[in-house]
């Protein structure tokens, strides 16, 4: 009798094996590589990886929101102490700005070597105020470039996973505490020296806060770039910073009124803008290194 594996020729059952997954048509590129021999990344892919990373960390989107509200409290606290110890219509002279005066300021910070005249303006013995005189010190950039800055510290400790209430808090009061010691050196050196000029203690904070740009720019390459587009830009943002120093506070410091001075004390004026105009690139760099890894 012969047996037959089945169920006959009506209503029979047959395995039928299911045919290969046809091969994919491109490349699964969405992790920021291509599928080259050896498993090399693609051109660029390095970048992309490092913008993701910025944008979709959890710890880094934590980190900016704590420094956030960190610079917003402590912002909120000196304006408050403001209000009782100094007089609000001098300080409204330094926010006197517009959004045109802030790009061409930001401009200058960067690249100041085309600029020519750095005196500033006046009409009727009163200096005019920052939006119509381009070489005239402000407040704002500094607060918002330092309030920047806290944030970016905080985006590049989350990204480390170094980040701590802590940390982030002993990194702004640092940069805040370092820029007031800077003022009161000045202010000690300008009364040593003699110094006969309109620079005040706004002023001299005014021109203080500006390194915050250099810090932010070093930092945020540092992020894109790694180290070595650290170093570029602080070396280019320092050098910037020094330039914009030397003849901002020079023009300020050694106006026409100083020039009836005598020689030493004129070698006296020049030491101190020159000193502190090389003191910048030492702070942009104890400031930021930490941030870059």
């Known amino acids: 009798m012969a047996y037959h594996s089945g169920y006959g020729a009506h209503g029979s059952k047959h395995r039928v094996r299911a045919a290969p997954d046809p091969p994919p048509l491109f490349d699964d590129t969405s992790g920021g590589y291509s599928s080259q021999p050896g498993g090399y990344p693609a051109p660029g892919a390095d970048v992309a990886f490092n913008v993701n990373h910025l944008i979709g960390d959890p710890m880094a989107n934590m980190a900016m929101a704590y420094g956030g509200s960190i610079a917003s409290h402590g ?3 000196v304006h408050k102490e403001l209000h009782r110890f100094v007089s609000v219509n001098k300080l409204k002279y330094f926010f006197a700005v517009d959004t045109a005066y802030v790009a061409k300021k930001l401009g200058l910070l960067v690249f100041p070597y085309t600029h020519q005249n750095w005196e500033v303006q006046y009409s009727r013995d009163v200096p005019l105020p920052p939006r119509q005189d381009l070489n005239a010190p402000d407040l704002y950039i500094p607060t918002m470039a330092f309030i920047t800055y806290v944030l970016l510290a905080g985006m590049a400790l989350g990204i480390q996973k170094r980040f701590s209430p802590e940390v982030l ?5 640092t940069a805040l505490v370092w ?3 800077e003022v009161l050196a000045l202010l000690l050196g300008v009364y040593l020296a003699t110094v006969h000029s309109d620079l005040s203690t706004f002023h001299l904070l005014a021109y203080s806060g500006y390194k915050y740009v250099g810090m932010i720019l070093s930092v945020l390459t540092g992020l894109f770039f790694g180290s070595h587009g650290y170093y570029v830009a602080l070396a ?3 050098s910037a910073l020094v330039y914009f ?3 901002s506070l020079r023009t300020a410091a050694l106006g026409p009124d100083s020039m009836g001075n005598p020689a030493p004390r004129q070698r006296l004026q020049l030491y101190l803008t020159l000193g502190a105009a090389a003191f910048q690139p030492l702070m942009i760099y104890w400031l930021t290194f930490h941030l870059v890894r």
């Open 75 to 77: 912002k909120d606290m």
């Open 169 to 173: 808090g002993l990194c702004a009061s």
């Open 179 to 181: 820029v007031v010691m």
């Open 236 to 238: 280019w943002t320092s």
């Open 245 to 247: 120093m030397v003849r």
